[in-house]
């Protein structure tokens, strides 16, 4: 039976993110920097508001409902698991994917170009030569995020083949879920508009390079 | 009042026919001078070890290049930016920027050795001098800047001769450049 799974706001955040990170290598690859800096800042926002929809969000969304121990992801691959929303092992991928993206992000924000033309926000707080160390890390690391993402899409099509659709319900919210599981408890819409305010205040904050630090 | 018009006109019309011939003759100048670097770049193909010197001098110097930008951007940045920095960054640039004049001789491309530098420079040279002479000519209006106290200004035109890298850059330089 097909019952909500994903809640509107998780479903924007994950497809931006999407857009984003593609938008991220695609101008940096093209040393479009002025633009790779802004898709970076778009991508912050997106986290700082995941992080916060983690805490206040719709049930499935909330870290509480999917950080969970070794043991779980052991009885799940024994295939004594049910339940709503990211199985056991489907949250170390979110888990790992997240993290990832937020080192980018904040690698990016302390980098300048070699050119020394375009940097990130928070560049001038730290040394020359440690932005550029850093500035190093945020592009060796990427390959870390893109092989995340892509044994994530490996992982989708291994279930797909095993017959278990998991992108429909990242596009229409909706999936097939077991009769006896406890259904997705929305979050509020208010509550959402508050986070992606924070999460758009915390980001300007930073573009105006965290003052009273960075001045 | 009549009188002062007609002298007012009469003022502008020498004034005018001043400004005709001059502006032509400095355009003049500036397509001779851009010729004559062609010229230059296309006559003198280097080899051996001249080569692998000058190109291990545009690497030092272009990596130099971006040294003194970043010391620039990063006081820029600040809220209240240390103008006797900028200005000796700025300097400095001016110093290589002139220099780079001889950066580019032909036989010092990727089939030489190790280099960002595309083919592409000495494929269509008058483009890519054009495009040096735009850097050397913002180089030296943000090192007149950078003396003024303006740093409005400064900021201008560090933004200018930014564009002025990259336009040279997306064309010419590889990602071969570390």
Known sequence: MKRPVWDLPTRLFHWSLVALIAFSWWSAENDELDMHVWSGMAVLTLLLFRLLWGFFGS???????????PRMVVDYL???WKGIGHSPLGALSVLALLGASAIEVVTGLFSMDEDGLVSGPL????SMDFSDEIAELHEEFFNVLLALVLLHVAAIIYYRLRGKRLVGAMITGRGEVEADVQPMRPGKWWAALICVAVA???TRWIIAGAPPFGT | MRFGLITAAGACAILAACGGPETKRADNYSKATKSAAVA?????RVSGEQAHKIMHERHEGM????????VIKRELDAASPNLGTVRSSAAQLANLSARASGWFPAGTGPDIGKTGAKPEIW?????????LAAWQKAVRAFNVAAKGGDVNAIKARFADMGGTCKACH???RSEMHH
């Open chain 2, 170 to 172: 997306d064309k010419y």
């Open chain 1, 78 to 80: 024994r295939g004594a």
């Open chain 1, 59 to 69: 049930s499935t969304a909330r870290f509480t409902s999917f950080v969970r121990g």
């Open chain 2, 40 to 44: 230059m770049l296309a006559a003198t």
């Open chain 1, 200 to 202: 758009v205040a915390v």
């Open chain 2, 63 to 70: 990596e130099s290049v971006g040294k003194n930008n970043k």
């Open chain 2, 123 to 131: 494929q269509d040279q008058k483009d890519f001098v054009g495009k």
């Open chain 1, 123 to 126: 560049a001038r707080l730290i």
